[in-house]
């Protein structure tokens, strides 16, 4: 999904996780994906890409520091609406009931 410095890396999403981003951004993750046609704010982004990076040969997640940090680059390497919208179609591959 997306490569930092010759590593892949991908999103993972549980209702953990999309539980734990809305307390930390006091937001509907839903909410926010229906309002402004899909465009979400720069923090919920980087909260969303955060809280979900995990390495993708290995599963592993990324530290949330360090994924923060890389959010930065993938922004700046892939603009900021393509990651607004892989984000998006990630969380609907894995929480597909969360769009029904």
Known sequence: MFSVDGTEY?????????????TVTKTSIVGEITK??????YATLEALFSFALVEETTGSPVRQKQAAEMFEKVVQENGLISVNMAIVEK??????????
């Open 10 to 22: 991908t999103l993972k999403y549980n209702t953990k996780k999309v539980k734990t981003i809305e």
């Open 36 to 41: 402004n046609n899909g465009v979400m704010p």
């Open 91 to 100: 969380l609907q591959d894995d929480m597909a009931f969360m769009f029904r």
